[in-house]
């Protein structure tokens, strides 16, 4: 594995950057590069909340996140890098995002339900010599129904409740399911 982070499992990791070590062979990368310019949920940091009526052309940046469309345009490039890479077998994943329109749409929306996980979370696969997932233990997630009769996956649920502080949700947002894995 390859992480600017530590593992969390037994095993060889390489903890640094990804692109010192992408030309040193490999025959299969399966990459999960950061979503988090790339999420929809966060659009509304890209510009300036009193330019709503104005072209996009002329918006400015939103004052919290000024360098928010750069990050973008940055983690583009980190993913085209990767999907790019002279390795024969590539899987990259991220949830539906607008690497959709920014890069291409991808090769298949799986579930993590489709593999026993008892959770729902729309993952996108772009794949390079690779065939599609096939589902092997199709479950039907736990759900939780609000007040007002909207449903949501249990798992998103309890991922909703976490603090955003300190990065717990998205630490918890960005798991990798096992029957997947």
Same mark, same amino acid.
């Given at each position: 594995s390859c992480d600017i982070l530590p593992t969390e499992s037994e095993g060889l990791h390489y903890q640094g950057d990804v692109l010192d070590i992408l030309e040193d062979g490999w025959d299969l990368?399966?990459?999960?590069?950061?979503c988090t310019y790339f999420?929809?949920?966060?659009?509304?940091w890209f510009y300036h909340p009193d330019d709503k009526h104005l072209p996009k052309e002329e918006k400015r940046p939103h004052p919290k996140h000024p360098n928010r469309r750069q990050y973008? %345009?940055?983690?583009?490039?980190?993913?085209?890098?990767?999907?790019?890479a002279?390795? $024969?077998?590539?899987?990259? &994943?991220n949830p539906v995002s607008t690497l959709s329109s920014l890069f291409r749409k991808p090769n298949q929306v799986i579930q993590p339900?489709?593999?026993?996980?008892?959770? %729902?979370?729309?993952?996108?696969?772009?794949?390079?010599?690779?065939?599609?997932?096939? $589902?092997?233990?199709?479950? &039907?997630?736990?759900?939780?129904?609000?007040g007002n009769g909207t449903t949501y996956s249990k798992w998103w649920w309890d991922t909703c409740l976490?603090?955003?502080k300190g990065g717990v949700r998205a630490h918890a947002r960005n798991k990798t399911f096992p029957g997947l894995a």
């Open positions: 990368m399966i990459g999960h590069p950061p999420a929809v949920s966060g659009n509304a973008r %345009e940055e983690a583009l490039e980190f993913f085209k890098a990767l999907y790019n002279d390795i $024969k077998y590539i899987a990259l &994943e339900y489709w593999f026993g996980d008892d959770a %729902e979370k729309k993952t996108c696969l772009w794949l390079k010599n690779l065939p599609l997932v096939e $589902k092997t233990n199709v479950i &039907e997630p736990t759900r939780v129904t609000t976490l603090p955003t």
